[in-house]
């Protein structure tokens, strides 16, 4: 834990890293954890309101514990999945075919100017108690996308390209879509 407001901590690992029950906090600050290898554990991450950037150069980010930051900058090989307490998030997964996975369980989400893109994998965005707004761009080649906003609305003025788009909203959706099937 970092205590002093607005202090940040960066953690550069070479390989696997869990974090567990101790859990990572700063007061406000952001939170940067590269490694080589796989992000795991069930503890907390968790900024407060600042940015939390989580990236593994030859791995996946799947811990069970919740992210909270504003936004959340991810870069990954392979399949990832996250629980968020977040505002935007950003996410590059680039192996082929491997996934993402998001859970906001706290409000509204929005795809923030880095874009959420995979080589070919699938993407689930669910906003379990918000809207879902995207004006960057989301882009998985050839895989699927799922948008779940529980009780909300999808809104996106920015281009989602996919195989399939699947959406299930309480309210409206208004979308900008390359597709092949809807």
Do not use: F, Y
Not at 31 to 42: D, F, H, Q
Not at 74 to 96: G, M, N, P, Q
Not at 126 to 140: F, K, Q
């Amino acid at each position: 834990s970092i205590l002093g407001e607005g202090e940040s901590l960066s953690v550069n690992e070479a390989d696997d890293l869990s974090v567990d029950a101790a859990n990572v906090t700063t007061t406000n600050g952001t939170i940067a954890i590269t490694l080589g290898g796989n992000l795991t554990g069930s503890g907390e991450i968790n900024a407060g309101t600042s940015n939390v950037t989580l990236n593994s150069t030859a791995g996946g980010i799947t811990p069970t514990g919740m992210i909270t930051g504003g936004l959340l900058d991810l870069a990954t090989r392979t399949t990832s999945s996250v629980v968020t307490d977040i505002e935007t998030i950003t996410a590059k997964i680039t192996a082929l075919g491997e996934s993402l996975t998001v859970l906001e369980t706290s409000g509204n989400l929005a795809v923030a100017a880095g874009n959420i893109t995979t080589n070919n994998g699938n993407v689930t965005l669910t906003v379990a108690n918000g809207s879902l707004t995207n004006a960057n761009r989301i882009d998985v080649g050839t895989g699927d996308i799922l948008l779940n906003a529980n009780l909300g609305s999808v809104t996106s003025s920015g281009l989602i390209s996919a195989n399939l788009l699947t959406i299930n909203a309480l309210n409206s959706a208004t979308i900008n879509t390359s597709l092949h099937a809807l």
